[in-house]
C-alpha cells in the first residue's frame, strides 16, 4: 500500500499516503500475478486481503478514508510515523 501511495499531495483526489489502487491490485501483488475473478484462488486471495487490512486498521497502521461505491474504490490512510510506529500482527494461516 505503501508503494503505491503518494509521497505529496496532487491535485484532484490523489492526497499523500493514501492508497487508492484496490483490493485487486493487492491480491496480484500477494499472489505474483493476477487469480481469474470468481475462480478458488481469487476467492481465496480476496479473504486474504480483507484479513490483512483488517488487521492493518485494528494496529493504527492504516484507516479508511472511505468506503467502495460505485466505480470508486475503498481509499486508506497510511498512518506510519517512523517515531510511532506499532507492532503489526502477524499472519497465521
Known sequence: MAHT????SRTGDRPARVYWAG????MAVLLGHEP???TPEWEAARKRVQRSIGRLIAAGTIERVDNATGQKRTRYRIRLD???QPELPTETE
Open 5 to 8: 501511495a503518494l509521497d505529496n
Open 23 to 26: 483490493h485487486e491490485y493487492l
Open 82 to 84: 517512523e517515531f510511532n
Open 36 to 38: 481469474d475473478p470468481g
